[in-house]
């Protein structure tokens, strides 16, 4: 699977978008970017995926640029709630049979009053 | 749908001694990943078990070992314990064919004195 680049940490106001980035500059095209988070000590929290086009649902929106090299979750009006380690993962296609997730270390969302 | 379940949810044993975790997936998901997190090495994938069969395994030692009930439901088991064996023990299921999105439990956390 491609690696991804991901700030160490990133502060955003509640109420405010917060915009997290990845790169995923050796990214093939079969593989998705998936996003997780994991809120301390509890399971990771799937976000939302993407191949090619930008993806919407309840929680957040993922845009992918052009030439899929990096990415951007947007969570669009940030909680409390939402402090947590947010992962970037790119994994190989749904029809590749391949079900492994390849962490890295994430970006530590604090959002603040 | 009632999401992944794992027990125990803490458990703590002492070295040399052995343990086993359990994970029943979403209803109907065939597809059982283990992960393990510690501090220092993050989020690592142990091994994999579709249909009753350990499809992919981690880079693990043998002490570390799963199995997969004709339910789904999966088990891994940890002999002669280390105290570095102690983390959050992460089990993740996915659809039909493994290949679809991974939903985690809430995970156990293991403590080895």
């Known amino acids: 699977d491609a690696k991804t680049t991901q700030p160490t940490s990133m502060d955003c106001a509640e109420g405010r978008a917060a915009n997290l980035p990845c790169n995923h500059s050796?990214?093939?095209?079969?593989?998705?970017v998936y996003w997780y988070r994991q809120i301390h000590s509890q399971g990771p929290q799937y976000i939302i995926h993407?191949?090619?086009n930008n993806e919407t649902n309840e929680m957040a929106s993922l845009i992918i640029t052009e030439d899929r090299k990096s990415s951007t979750l947007i969570l669009p009006h940030a909680t409390l709630r939402d402090t947590a380690v947010y992962y970037c993962?790119?994994?190989?296609?749904?029809?590749?049979?391949?079900?492994?997730?390849?962490f890295g270390k994430g970006t530590m969302l604090l959002v603040s009053p | 749908k009632a999401g992944v379940t794992q027990t125990p949810r803490y458990l703590i044993k002492t070295r040399g001694q052995q343990v086993t975790l359990s994970c029943s997936p979403i209803?109907?998901?065939?597809?059982v990943s283990w992960y393990q997190q510690t501090p220092g090495q993050g989020l690592q994938f142990l091994f994999e078990?579709?249909?009753?069969?350990?499809?992919n395994k981690g880079n693990f030692p043998g002490r570390f070992s799963g199995r997969q009930f004709s339910n789904s439901r999966s088990e891994m088991n940890v002999s002669t314990l280390e105290l570095g064996d102690s983390a959050l023990y992460l089990c993740?299921?996915?659809?039909?064919?493994?290949?679809?999105?991974?939903?985690f439990g809430p995970g156990t956390r293991l403590l080895v004195l």
């Open positions: 993740a299921s996915s659809g039909w064919t493994g290949a679809e999105t991974q939903y």
């Open positions: 050796t990214i093939s095209g079969n593989e998705y």
């Open positions: 993407g191949l090619k």
């Open positions: 993962i790119v994994r190989l296609s749904m029809n590749s049979g391949y079900s492994t997730l390849t």
């Open positions: 209803s109907g998901h065939r597809s």
């Open positions: 078990y579709f249909s009753e069969t350990q499809r």
